[in-house]
Structure formats: structure tokens, C-alpha cells
């Protein structure tokens, strides 16, 4: 069984672009590229990655799939289309041509429109993609957790997955609303989760990794170990620690599970939601 991490980002820095690494994330302003993650994924025993958009125009799609194509533990990329355009399925044909062109993503989080994934452009854009076998990555603040159910109901065969398991408030320990919340989506067996993206939920400083176990419970009791794929968020990850740390978390936590689930956990689930060769 391939180990995969579902979820990490390439890129050639550019401070305006990127105006979202802002100065307390010093660390990962700057370029991180193939080279730079080859040695830390194989240190941690895997043995490819999924890459994931980090900026929304169609040249994004170009950069990774080059980086795809000429590194091969690459496996797959998710990338952006303009799913409210016109010629949303004539964008969606010419990217589905590329093996490893495994879905698409959206910056819902940072929409000021809290339910633009409700908008009728954006679901009539999404229900092309089960055409074209490509996945959707839900990128969204728990704000937006209601909306999501909504949402997925609209689409019982497309298959989706909520990034950094819907940013809850590890920080400031607050757990209700959101679970609630995700339980609700989870209901829906089309929708997987990611276990990625916690360390920068939390206190960045001083996170111990207990402060996770309780959303961890949370995704397990609600989603089952077959809907469920660690992801490292590397490197943004970095601003809060290290590749080494965020796989440990997760491998921690699932010490005491069977050798199968943990293998499903760790790139069996990744493999069969991407459809990675």
C-alpha cells in the first residue's frame, strides 16, 4: 500500500500574490519546490504527495502539473478552474486529460460571501466534475459548515473532501459548534476529511499534541477511518512546526489502530478518493 501525504503546496514566492504569508510567517516566505520535499517525505517513509493549488488562475495548473510530470513522486495534482465561468466544462475537458489532474479547489474560505459555494453558477460548475472524474477539495472556515451540508446534499455521487478538517478552533479550545457541524456533513458517505492543517489552528508557540486528540475523536467517531487521509499542509505547516511533528501527531494518535487502518489513514483512502496509479 502506498503511503501518501493528500495534501502540500509548491511555489515560487511572490510577495504581492502571496500577500497572505504575512511577516509572522517569515519561514515560508520563499520558494518551496520538488527538491525541498523529496527528502523530507522520504524520511518520513512515503512515498508520494498530492499537491494542492495555492493561487487561483489557470497558469497554477501549468506550474504543478509540470512539477507533476517531471517528478514522479508527484502523483496528483488539484488545481483551480473558474467553475462560475461559461466555458466551465470545456475547462474542466482539457484538464481532465492530464492523468494527474485528480480535481479542483476553491478559496471558499476566503470569500466574503459566506455561502458562495451556494451560488447557482458556482453548483451549476460543480455538477460537471463526476462528468469528468475529478474530485473537490472543500476549503472552508467552520463558519461555513452549514452551507457545506447544503451543499454536498446536492451531489450524492461527487466525491468531496474538507481540507484541515474545516479549521476549527484549536486555539481557543472550542469544539461545540463545530462538531456539530462536521457531524452533520459527515452523514453525507461521498464526503471525506483530511487530517491536515491542525498545528495552525493552534497556539503555534506552545501546542502540545494532546490539544489535537479531541478533534481527532471527533473526525474518527463521525467519518470512520475509510473516509479519513493524513495531509501535512507542508510547508505552511512550518510556521507552527515541523513535517516530522505533524506526522507524528497523526501517527500517534492512531498507534493503538489495526495495521490496515492506519495504512488506509496514511495513503490507502488518499489513493482510492484520487484514483492514484
Not at 44 to 70: H, K, R, W, Y
Request: proline letters at 5%.
Amino acid at each position: 500500500m502506498l503511503k501518501i501525504d493528500s495534501h502540500q503546496h509548491f511555489w515560487i514566492f511572490d510577495p504581492v500574490r502571496d500577500s497572505w504569508i504575512n511577516d509572522d510567517m517569515s519561514v515560508i516566505q520563499r520558494d518551496f519546490l520538488p527538491a525541498d520535499l523529496q527528502p523530507v517525505l522520504k524520511a518520513s517513509g512515503f512515498d508520494g504527495c498530492i499537491t494542492v493549488q495555492s493561487d487561483q488562475n489557470e497558469p497554477e495548473n501549468e506550474f504543478q502539473l509540470g512539477i507533476a510530470e517531471n517528478n514522479n513522486f508527484v502523483k496528483g495534482v488539484v488545481g483551480w478552474v473558474d467553475l462560475l465561468a461559461e466555458n466551465v466544462e470545456e475547462r474542466l475537458a482539457r484538464y481532465s486529460q492530464f492523468d494527474k489532474f485528480k480535481g479542483v479547489r476553491h478559496v471558499l474560505q476566503g470569500e466574503p460571501q459566506r455561502d458562495f459555494m451556494l451560488r447557482p453558477a458556482f453548483l451549476k460548475g460543480i455538477s460537471h466534475l463526476k462528468k469528468y472524474n475529478l474530485t473537490y477539495d472543500i476549503l472552508i472556515f467552520p463558519d461555513q459548515l452549514g452551507f457545506t451540508e447544503t451543499f454536498v446534499a446536492q451531489f450524492p455521487d461527487q466525491p468531496f473532501v474538507i481540507d484541515h478538517l474545516a479549521k476549527p478552533y484549536i486555539k481557543n479550545r472550542d469544539i461545540e459548534g463545530w462538531k456539530n457541524d462536521i457531524e452533520a456533513v459527515s452523514k453525507y458517505e461521498n464526503v471525506s476529511c483530511k487530517l491536515s492543517g491542525m498545528v495552525t489552528e493552534a497556539d503555534w508557540k506552545s501546542w502540545r499534541p494532546y490539544d489535537f486528540m479531541p478533534y481527532l475523536d471527533v473526525v474518527v467517531e463521525a467519518f470512520g477511518t475509510n473516509r479519513l487521509m493524513f495531509g501535512s499542509d507542508w510547508p505552511v505547516c512550518k510556521v507552527a512546526g515541523s513535517y516530522e511533528q505533524v506526522v507524528s501527531i497523526v501517527e500517534d494518535y492512531f498507534s493503538s489502530f489495526s495495521e490496515n487502518e492506519r495504512g488506509m489513514i496514511f495513503g490507502g483512502n488518499a489513493v482510492e478518493f484520487y484514483g492514484i496509479k
